[in-house]
Structure formats: C-alpha cells, structure tokens
C-alpha cells in the first residue's frame, strides 16, 4: 500500500543541525520530494532527489536516501529561526503517465535560540 | 509567471449552503488536483483531473464534485458542506515531474 511516515515534532538549538527522517513504502516511487510549508502559507517545494540517487547536497540542505531501507531524510545545517516551518515528505507514484503525490503527515520544525 | 491561483482565500460558512473554491493555472498543464491538508494527516488528494472532462476520485472524495470544462481551470464543489468538511485546502497544476501548488483556501464550516 501507498504510506508515508514522519515524526510529527522536531526541537533544534539555532545553529545546530537538524535532521527530519521519513519512511516511504512504494519501492516503485522515480522520485521523493521535500516541502516546506511556513505558517500560514502554502506548499514551497524545498528539494527532491531521483530514486536512483543515494545523496544529493543544496547549499545547507542535504537530503540521503536509502533505498534499500525506503529511508529518507533531509539535514538543515546550520539551522535558522526562519527555517521553523512544517516539513512534508512525498513519494511519487506515476499513473496513467502523471506523478500522483503520497504526503507524509509532516514534521514541524522548531528552531529556538 | 508559473502560478496556480485559488479563490477566495478564506471562507467561512455555515451547514449545508453550497459553495465553489475556483482553481487556476497558466501553465498549459493537463493534469491537476484537489488536496486537504489537516493536522497529523498530511495531504489527502480529493480529486483529480487528467484533461479536459477527464475527473476522477483521489483518496479522500466524498461529500466533494469537481469540474474540468477548460483546461486552466479546476473547480472544487461542495454542494453540502459540512464541519467536517473544515479544512485547507490546495489546488496543485503537475507538469510531468513536479506539481505546482496554489497558496490554499481556509474554509471553516459551521
């Protein structure tokens, strides 16, 4: 069946890492995505790596997957407050040719001094 | 611009009296879609619509009908609303490798 799990809370100090772990279960998925969502707003895709990937790196965000484990994560280095949002991760599934998204719950962020 | 626009906002009604959230994109996309998002679920899709005439039902669809008459446009109906029904709600436009989402409506039923 088609589930993604996340941890619903994640508490950093500014200035350290953060680390939010997802857990997919369609092996099928071509590609996982991460989004960012501020309070109040809407979806911002933040990064996204192919399933044939195992790591790929943007400037603080670096996001690992294993696909062995269908394990994702997604480091912030160097955390900052304005990265206190909610993050969501999805797996694409295809069908009938266009990408239907399956959402984790969301992992909210927490940033304080 | 790449946009996807939702209308209006924000809304608040009352059990029972029909309303429509508009969605619409500039994109030339075929494929878009209907999302609720609550508290410890994540996203749920509602519906969606592969081209022009072309709906089906997502994961989540009762108590919902859409439309697709143009393609840059994808409306959301709900002809009886009710508070379990309170939710936001995002339109999302796809290319083939990336979905597009609209800023979200916040409809409140009472």
């Known amino acids: 069946g088609e589930d993604v799990e996340q941890s619903l809370f994640l508490s950093v100090r500014e200035g350290d890492s953060s680390v939010i772990n997802c857990t997919y279960t369609?092996?099928?998925?071509?590609?996982l995505y991460w989004y960012k969502q501020e309070p109040g707003a809407g979806l911002q895709l933040l990064t996204y790596?192919?399933?044939?990937?195992d790591m790929k790196q943007d400037q603080r965000l670096t996001v690992l997957l294993n696909k062995k484990d269908k394990h994702l994560s997604l480091r912030i280095a160097d955390t900052q407050t304005g990265d206190s949002a909610i993050y969501f991760c999805?797996?694409?599934?295809?069908?009938?040719?266009?990408?239907?998204?399956?959402f984790g719950a969301g992992t909210r962020l927490a940033v304080h001094p | 611009e790449a946009q996807v626009t939702q209308n209006p906002r924000y809304l608040i009604t009352v059990t029972g009296k029909k309303l429509t959230v508009t969605c619409s994109q500039n994109?030339?996309?075929?494929?878009m879609s209907w999302y609720r998002q609550d508290p410890g679920l994540g996203l749920r899709q509602i519906y969606y619509?592969?081209?022009?005439?072309?709906?089906d039902k997502g994961d989540v669809p009762e108590g919902y009908k859409v439309s697709r008459k143009e393609k840059r446009n994808f409306p959301l109906i709900l002809e009886s609303p009710s508070p379990n029904q309170t939710s936001l709600y995002f339109c999302?436009?796809?290319?083939?490798?990336?979905?597009?989402f609209g800023p979200g409506t916040r409809l409140t039923v009472t």
């Open positions: 999302a436009s796809s290319s083939r490798d990336r979905q597009y």
């Open positions: 369609d092996s099928s998925s071509t590609y």
């Open positions: 790596i192919f399933s044939n990937m």
């Open positions: 999805a797996e694409v599934l295809f069908s009938g040719g266009y990408n239907k998204l399956i």
């Open positions: 994109m030339n996309h075929e494929y």
């Open positions: 619509s592969m081209n022009v005439e072309v709906t």
